[in-house]
Nanobody
Framework: QVQLVESGGGLVQAGGSLSLSCAAS????????MAWYRQAPGEQRELVAR???????NYADSVKGRFTISRDNAKNTVYLQMNSLKPEDTGVYIC?????????WGQGTQVTVSS
């Protein structure tokens, strides 16, 4: 089992920045990749950014150049630095871990960007 706990998020004006953290615990040695998804009201959950254990990253086109995903293996934590935020970035941001044992999700943290 893998447990994921997100922190960060909140309310910010358009153009501002926020940083999210996701701490993993449990069978962390089985994790192959971690990611951030987001879900806006009435919309499907979408992948925002993903990072593998080797450090390879990929991003949704809508956030490229604005968001950065990183990981601290010593702290078993993944971060999402979000800059130049737009109202359309509003949603619940949910941490995800893909492991040898399955796929795990955090509870999510709300990000609201006001115009």
């Amino acid at each position: 089992q893998v447990q994921l706990v997100e922190s960060g998020g909140g309310l910010v004006q358009a153009g501002g920045s926020l940083s999210l953290s996701c701490a993993a615990s449990g069978s962390i040695f089985t994790i192959k990749a971690m990611a951030w998804y987001r879900q806006a009201p009435g919309e499907q959950r979408e992948l925002v950014a993903r990072i593998t254990t080797s450090g390879s990253t990929n991003y949704a086109d809508s956030v490229k150049g604005r968001f950065t995903i990183s990981r601290d293996n010593a702290k078993n934590t993944v971060y999402l630095q979000m800059n130049s935020l737009k109202p359309e970035d509003t949603g619940v941001y949910i941490c995800n871990a893909g492991s040898l044992m399955g796929i795990y999700w955090g509870q999510g943290t709300q990000v609201t960007v006001s115009s």
